[in-house]
């Protein structure tokens, strides 16, 4: 498996898997100290990586993510970053949760204005089973 850090700071890695096209998010504890804006930049440098690398799935590991989730904007995020995963083909996304996350294991639904199914999982092993599916 071939692996390539795109992009990497204090708050977390991309990382592109072109064998198994999918890109990765891996965020690190580091999290706790983004806000509104900052999450929103980061995302938007992701959707910039993922019109680069042109992967059909996203994997975000959210294990270690600690920013407050009431700073996050899912209007925004349906606005700005959706129609860009869209435009390129993502087929699927999965999150990768700390255990006890309630959608854990809930069948695959488009969210939003999505084009692509979203799953939850415990364990990488079975996120990367279903993106590879």
Not at 3 to 15: F, L
Not at 23 to 41: C, H, K, M, P, Q
Request: one cysteine or more; hydrophobic letters at 40%.
């Amino acid at each position: 498996m071939t692996a390539t850090v795109v992009y990497e700071d204090q708050y977390g890695a991309m990382i592109d898997y072109p064998d198994d096209d999918y890109v990765e998010i891996r965020w690190y504890d580091a999290t706790d100290g983004l806000n509104r804006d900052s999450f929103n930049n980061w995302l938007s440098g992701f959707a910039g990586g993922i019109e680069h690398c042109r992967r059909a799935g996203v994997l975000v590991d959210a294990v270690q993510f600690g920013m407050d989730v009431t700073h996050m904007d899912g209007d925004w995020r349906d606005k700005n970053i959706i129609p860009r995963y869209n435009a390129v083909g993502v087929t699927k996304f999965a999150f990768l949760m700390p255990h006890g996350m309630p959608a854990i294991g809930a069948d695959p639904v488009v969210e939003g204005p999505a084009d692509y199914p979203t799953a939850y999982f415990g364990r990488r092993s079975d996120a990367l089973t279903w993106l590879g599916s």
